[in-house]
């Protein structure tokens, strides 16, 4: 994990992840948070740029868009000083990939943007696209957000297990037949049910701990993993709480967790 925190977060930086082989050679990055914080996260985690081969972005906001204008930055220049091997592919619906070319062309050095369609490749996908990457196979959705078009996914790990990474919104149940049968559900909560007061999260189309863990529990899954949390509550006392709320409707395993842990999904 990367990151852990919502858009406005400051004891954590946004939320952005990797599903990392075992021996960490490869690296899948989920979205790259809101800047370049994005870079020392990486490096704090000994993840080098030449090691991520293959990305996604899930949607337009600035918390999830920005800091791949980093990485693609990043990249670039490493492509450039012949110091990155292969292609770096980008998967994410239009609207995204769009963005994120119009904001390289205006942003980045010539030489840097050019090669966005040569070595930096960005892929369209749409809802229930199927695609083999890296060897693991995804199924992208669209979580039907209210306010931005969004997508998840579900991916077969490579110990069999499925996956589903269902975004920064509720769990929407027009996508049960997707994600039913996930062993792990990666999904976000706002703030604890307890303090929807002072978080107000449904108008922002956020949920709660309890709301995400009682999905979880609804539907099948043996692991659920929380985050795009708010940054007010510390990181030792939201593992807690947060943990606390969340094994009251959910009995399986829990995580809340920090920014750079590591989750062993053995």
Known sequence: MLGTGAAMATTH?????TISSSDSTEHFLVDGGGGNGIIAQLQKTNISIGQIHNAFISHNHTDHLLGMVWIIRYIAQEVNKERYNGNFTLYGHPKSLNALQVICSLVLQPRQAKLIGERIILSPIEHNVELDIDGRHFRFFNIWSKKELQHG???????????????DEPYNANNEEIIKGSD?????AYCLYSEIDKFNPYPKSHGTVLDSCRNAQQLGAH??????????TPADMRKQLYTAEGKT????????????EVIELA
Do not use: W
């Open 184 to 188: 792990i559900i990666m999904q976000e």
């Open 223 to 232: 692991t659920t993993i929380l985050f795009h949390t708010e940054g007010r």
């Open 249 to 260: 409707v959910f009995s399986g395993n829990l995580y809340v967790p920090n920014d750079l």
């Open 13 to 17: 930086y946004n939320t952005c992840f």
């Open 153 to 167: 996914f579900t991916v077969q790990l490579r110990n069999g297990q499925k996956l589903a990474f269902l975004g």
